[in-house]
């Protein structure tokens, strides 16, 4: 079993709607992730998160570090949100979950 | 500010060859992190240096290598190239090591390294 688990793998929207993307971890972590990458490979930092809630435009990133889970939402999608997102977890090292491919159509 | 500024961009070797790429953080971050992305095994951690020293490393054989720099400059090597060796690497600096409390992590762009 994968230390970072993300669901779900691929993701299709119409815009305007709402997006969750979920991560379960199974280790001990000081911070979650979460990314974004475009087509041709740069990675944005989104968020950084060690308990709670933040907010960010239209993106809400929160942590049950009890749980062991994380949740990104995209409120009102559009189609520059196209996307990977990757859920990281940070230990003495980062480890990654397998990402999620959302493509929003208009 | 400036970015994290990863090179070359892109590069094309043969097997057996080596490669170095190199790293420049965001200036006054210590912490610079390394990671092989592959379409089959995702992103990976490679390894981490902070204040020149190796703190971390990932499951990778010795043909991977790095350091890093007093100005925190990190350079990566890999040696006697092999096929699956082709990805792209990427690097992110921070202020703080991994693990060491509320890091911000800045990403470069990415050296895509192709094995012939």
């Known amino acids: 079993k994968n230390e970072v688990e993300q669901s779900p793998q691929n993701l299709t929207a119409q815009e305007g709607e709402f997006i969750t993307i979920n991560c379960s971890y199974s280790?001990?972590?000081?911070?979650l992730h979460w990314l974004q990458q475009h087509p041709g490979g740069g990675i944005v930092s989104l968020f950084m998160?060690?308990?709670g809630k933040k907010k960010h435009g239209r993106l809400i990133a929160t942590i049950n570090i009890q749980e062991k889970h994380s949740s990104l939402h995209i409120t009102a999608s559009h189609p520059r949100d196209s996307a990977v997102y990757i859920c990281?977890?940070?230990?003495?090292?980062?480890?990654f979950g397998t990402g999620t491919r959302l493509q929003v159509f208009p | 500010k400036a970015g994290v500024t990863q090179t070359p961009r892109y590069l094309i070797k043969t097997r057996g060859q080596q490669v170095t790429l190199s790293c420049s953080p965001i200036?006054?971050?210590?912490?610079v992190s390394w990671y092989q992305q592959t379409p089959g095994q995702g992103l990976q951690f490679l390894f981490e240096?902070?204040?020149?020293?190796?703190?971390n490393k990932g499951n990778f054989p010795g043909r991977f290598s790095g350091r890093q720099f007093s100005n925190s400059r990190s350079e990566m090597n890999v040696s006697t190239l092999e096929l699956g060796d082709s990805a792209l690497y990427l690097c992110?600096?921070?202020?703080?090591?991994?693990?060491?409390?509320?890091?911000?992590?800045?990403f470069g762009a990415g050296s895509r390294l192709t094995v012939l």
């Open positions: 998160l060690s308990s």
């Open positions: 990281a977890v940070e230990a003495d090292k980062l480890i």
């Open positions: 280790v001990g972590i000081s911070a």
């Open positions: 240096y902070f204040s020149e020293t190796q703190r």
């Open positions: 992110a600096s921070s202020l703080a090591y991994l693990g060491g409390g509320a890091n911000v992590l800045t």
């Open positions: 200036s006054g971050h210590r912490s």
